[in-house]
Nanobody, 120 residues
């Protein structure tokens, strides 16, 4: 079974930076997409940034130019560098990975979530 372990997050003042890491373990044939989603209190979970197989990336409009996602396939890991943070970035950030354990067995798993708080 594929599992995700997240690290990073915390509290920072507006304009500051934080980074998140997520590593997948278990039987992994290929990760098709790995990325970050967030959920603020009272709001629905939303996509933040996703890195796809063959290096394609996508970002939420609200974080473009401020957040950078990168992926290390040798480590089955994804990283999110968050710069110029705003109070509205405050949320629980969760890692998600979609892929295949074997060519015929897919997976879609979530990490436990990590809190990011941007406050003065």
């Amino acid at each position: 079974q594929v599992q995700l372990v997240e690290s990073g997050g915390g509290e920072v003042q507006p304009g500051g930076s934080l980074s998140l890491s997520c590593a997948a373990s278990g039987t992994i044939f290929r990760i098709i997409a790995m990325g970050w989603y967030r959920q603020a209190p009272g709001k629905q979970r939303e996509l933040v940034a996703v890195a796809y197989f063959r290096a394609h990336t996508t970002y939420a409009d609200s974080v473009k130019g401020r957040f950078t996602i990168s992926r290390d396939d040798t480590k089955n890991a994804v990283y999110l560098q968050m710069d110029s943070l705003k109070p509205e970035d405050t949320a629980v950030y969760s890692c998600n990975a979609k892929g295949y354990e074997t060519p015929g067995q897919s997976f879609d798993v979530w990490g436990q979530g990590t809190q990011v708080t941007v406050s003065s």
